[in-house]
T-cell receptor, first 112, second 118 residues
Framework: QKEVEQDPGPLSVPEGAIVSLNCTYS??????FMWYRQYSRKGPELLMY????GNKEDGRFTAQVDKSSKYISLFIRDSQPSDSATYLC????????????FGQGTRLTINP | NAGVMQNPRHLVRRRGQEARLRCSPM?????VYWYRQLPEEGLKFMVY????????ESGMPKERFSAEFPKEGPSILRIQQVVRGDSAAYFC????????????????FGPGTRLTVL
């Protein structure tokens, strides 16, 4: 079983729609939860991170973590064509090297 | 402030040759991570280094792969006697410090080196 599971998609939605991206994880020691965005042929860039459970909002993006169900979510409101990318969830333990454990990534396309 | 630099961006090798991938961390960053991204898969951790020290190499294949981060110069990921299964994108990330409790230590990623083994 992979430590972080993510549906690879692809996911295609019309411009302006609300997008929901999800991951599950199995390691109870994970305390940090991140969402990275990766455009084609580029390196990942950090969108948001959350410590432990709860919600975090940044503009059109909202990240949620439910540690009781080991569920990670990213919501994108008023989606734009420029949001088209691969979205990767990642988790790490709280201390030490904090090496990231990534999900497979979901390829998202926003259609104008 | 330049970001993480990786070179070459594309590397083609024939089976049995050696591949050397270089990573220059962001200015002021002394921690380097290497990740590998196979086609249609997420990134997988390979190794974590500080200057002149390998801290965690739990994700490195046992043979043919090695990494270093010398006192001067870039970090190097070396793959000896490459095979077709080594074809992947290799990403380097750097961070400024080792995090303490409750302190997330963001990793900044480079653009990657895409290795193709013929």
């Amino acid at each position: 079983q992979k430590e972080v599971e993510q549906d690879p998609g692809p996911l295609s939605v019309p411009e302006g729609a609300i997008v929901s991206l999800n991951c599950t994880y199995s390691n109870s020691a994970f305390q940090y939860f991140m969402w990275y965005r990766q455009y084609s042929r580029k390196g990942p860039e950090l969108l948001m991170y959350t410590y432990s459970s709860g919600n975090k909002e940044d503009g059109r993006f909202t990240a949620q973590v439910d540690k009781s169900s080991k569920y990670i979510s990213l919501f994108i409101r008023d989606s734009q064509p420029s949001d088209s990318a691969t979205y990767l969830c990642a988790s790490s333990i709280i201390q030490g090297a904090q090496k990231l454990v990534f999900g497979q990534g979901t390829r998202l396309t926003i259609n104008p | 402030n330049a970001g993480v630099m990786q070179n070459p961006r594309h590397l083609v090798r024939r089976r049995g040759q050696e591949a050397r991938l270089r990573c220059s961390p962001m200015k002021g960053h002394s921690h380097v991570y290497w990740y590998r991204q196979l086609p249609e898969e997420g990134l997988k951790f390979m190794v974590y280094l500080q200057k002149e020290n390998i801290i965690d190499e739990s994700g490195m294949p046992k043979e043919r792969f090695s990494a270093e981060f010398p006192k001067e110069g870039p970090s190097i990921l070396r793959i000896q006697q490459v095979v077709r299964g080594d074809s992947a994108a290799y990403f380097c990330a750097s961070s400024p410090r080792l995090a303490g409790a409750r302190s997330y230590n963001e990793q900044f990623f480079g653009p990657g080196t895409r290795l193709t083994v013929l």
